[in-house]
């Protein structure tokens, strides 16, 4: 085991984020902690590598172990360029080296024991640099700046002229060329394009260190992580397996949850049923066995109702026309800035229905083919043609359409004024505005913060194409969820920019891949993409054919077996249901009989006539009796009938 962690408790003023969380991670264990945004994942992270102090618990890191960090805004130093940054962290095999190097132009001048010393030194460094691998620690730190997306020409750029994203780059660089035995990473993919991400995910899976990371990627997390450390209302709960083994435990763990909560309740309900009905018998035995009942209801220990969760809302989006069925046709597009060509000739059409992604690394143009379509970009050659009826609604991380002055809320009420205030606020809550959030002014918000406000608005349209760039972008994965289903849902047209691989799986019907200036098709989805990479060439772009994901499969003969049963075991439980009905009815109908001949029987008692005759008397009396052991007997059966 290299980490452990007990018992933690942590609170900011009132606000308890970690309740008592323990786990643990083994030598060579790849896990990964999740949880909505503000669950506490950065916190935890921050605690156990000494940042903050928990208000209670234990973190312990196993002895003579070490661990690096990278948190979402790394420093590194900005004096350096790309190449002498990342060569920082092998500088004592520089100086190795330039030792060995000094060494060996000493023992070209000594002679007898001076020369045995100097000889016996370039051993002992030479041993110790080949130990450490020092003869490829600048192909591996080449490596590490390429596979990062760092092109040769951009190793001698300072570190200074670099953006935000390419110095966290630069600073996962480092960490990942020290090599401790835990590394530690806080949304390492957020600045990495997909084949970064492809590529981290292969260093990290065959490293021989511990890695412990956060993550909204999900494909990266099922590629690298093995355990699931789930933070939710402030517990931790460990998951064995990725990250979709996580969610399929989560989600039957969650239906469980409400199916025990509602069999209780049903069971409450019917409980009070059954003591109000044996009251109303007003027997003696009948009250004592709803008094016995309500001591049982009372020692029950209820159970509390599931908090409702991101998977519980649902976002329907909803055409306002159907358009017609050629939605965009591209022809022979091109664009240059200056001297950089980003593509050229450029040929696709979209199908109405059609969900369809546009991929490719940084740099290449994706963004910039949405602007054109959109018409905030001219291009240098080429045309483009919508489709008849088409209404676009357009999401653009760079240009949302929001109002500064008003408040969350009125920047969608004013929008869609149909919408009642429940509406709104869920609608907001999809994407984590809750609360007091709702009336926080747009101008206060963050780039990320009013980017999830745009794509609101946009889920709201009833536009027949929607056209987003980066839609997943600053939303976590519950959000995620909410909007993939929205679309699987929508019946209009789809094109989007994503380095969501997750995402463009449960969503593309077909991917545009754009690299070398071209675009080239791929009838599936993201899986189906990689699979064809290295497998037969692809269709290009534009080919008219039937994806494989419109063809629906044929019914097996065992699940059309199965559906037989089904139906079947349907039909007895329904005639059973019925006998066990009209068996109740039949019952409380007899009992009904029985008490108002058991009332008739004390009115006749009652009568001079009948009170000074002995006969009648005993007569009555027996039928009395016999009526109250019926009726006993009766009480039985109709409380064994009355369960569920």
């Not at 500064?404 to 004024?417: C, G, H, Q, R, V």
Request: overall charge negative; charged content about 25%; glycine content about 6%.
């Amino acid at each position: 085991m290299i980490l452990s962690c007990q018992n933690i408790n942590k609170s900011f003023l009132e606000q308890q984020v970690l309740k008592n969380c323990s786990f643990h991670l083994e030598d060579r264990e790849k896990a990964a902690i999740v949880g909505v945004n503000g669950a506490g994942k950065t916190t935890l992270l921050r605690i156990l590598v000494g940042e903050l102090e928990p208000d209670e618990g234990v973190v312990a890191l196993s002895h003579g172990k070490s661990f690096g960090y990278l948190p979402q805004d790394a420093a590194v130093n900005t004096d350096h360029t790309i190449y002498e940054e990342l060569l920082s962290v092998k500088q004592h095999l520089v100086d190795m080296e330039r030792r060995i190097r000094e060494t060996e132009s000493a023992m070209k001048q000594a002679q007898g024991a001076e020369l045995e010393l100097l000889m016996r030194r370039y051993t002992d460094l030479s041993h110790a640099f080949e130990q450490e691998n020092g003869y490829a620690f600048q192909s591996e730190l080449t490596g590490v700046l390429k596979g990062l997306g760092f092109v040769p020409e951009e190793f001698s750029k300072p570190v200074s002229t670099l953006s935000g994203g390419q110095k966290t780059r630069v600073a996962l660089g480092k960490l990942l060329l020290k090599a401790p035995d835990l590394i530690i990473l806080d949304e390492p993919t957020n600045h990495l394009d997909m084949s970064s991400i492809a590529w981290l995910e292969t260093w990290l899976g065959n490293y021989r260190g511990s890695v412990l990371l956060v993550s909204h990627d999900r494909y990266f997390l099922d590629r690298v992580a093995g355990k699931i450390i789930e933070i939710d209302n402030a517990r931790v709960t460990v998951f064995t397996g990725n990250y979709t083994a996580y969610a399929a435990k989560k989600e039957m763990l969650r239906k469980a949850e409400w199916n025990a909560y509602l069999n209780q309740q049903a069971e409450i309900r019917h409980q009070e049923e059954v003591i109000a009905k044996l009251r109303s018998f007003n027997r003696e035995k009948s009250i004592r066995r709803a008094e016995s009942r309500e001591k049982m209801l009372s020692r029950i220990e209820v159970l509390d109702r599931p908090a409702e969760t991101a998977a519980d809302m649902k976002i329907s989006l909803t055409p306002r026309v159907l358009s017609g069925s050629d939605v965009l046709s591209v022809e022979h597009l091109s664009k240059a800035f200056g001297s950089n060509r980003l593509f050229g000739d450029l040929s696709f059409s979209i199908k109405r229905g059609e969900h369809v992604a546009l991929i490719g690394d940084n740099g290449t143009g994706k963004t910039t083919i949405l602007k054109i379509i959109n018409g905030l970009e001219k291009p240098d050659a080429g045309k483009i043609v919508p489709g008849s009826r088409v209404q676009i609604g357009y999401y653009d991380q760079e240009h949302h359409v929001l109002h500064p002055d008003k408040t969350l809320f009125e920047e969608i009420s004013d929008a869609y004024p149909t919408l009642n205030n429940t509406e709104i606020r869920n609608t907001l809550a999809a994407f984590l505005f809750t609360g007091e959030t709702v009336f926080k002014r747009i101008a206060d918000l963050s780039g990320g913060e009013r980017g999830r406000v745009s794509l609101a608005k946009l889920m709201l349209s009833e536009s027949n194409f929607l056209i987003l760039d980066e839609p997943t972008n600053h939303l976590d994965i519950a959000s995620k969820e909410i909007l993939e289903d929205a679309l699987n849902g929508y019946e209009g047209t789809v094109l989007y920019v994503s380095h969501d691989r997750y995402f463009i799986n449960r969503t593309a019907h077909r991917i545009l891949e754009l690299s070398g200036q071209t675009l080239t098709q791929y009838l599936g989805d993201y899986d189906y993409y990689l699979e064809k990479k290295t497998g037969p060439a692809p269709e290009a772009a534009g080919t008219k054919g039937t994806p494989s994901w419109s063809r629906p499969a044929a019914a097996s003969p065992e699940k059309v077996s199965a559906s037989k049963l089904s139906w079947q075991e349907k039909k007895e439980q329904e005639a059973a249901r019925r006998k066990k009905e009209n068996a109740l009815k039949k019952c409380e109908d007899r009992i009904s009989l029985l008490e108002a001949r058991d009332r008739e029987i004390d009115g006749q008692m009652s009568q001079p006539d009948t009170a000074c005759d002995v006969a009648a008397l005993q007569t009555l009396s027996l039928e009395k009796a016999s009526i109250a052991d019926e009726l006993a007997a009766l009480l039985e059966e109709w409380e064994k009938l009355s369960e569920p």
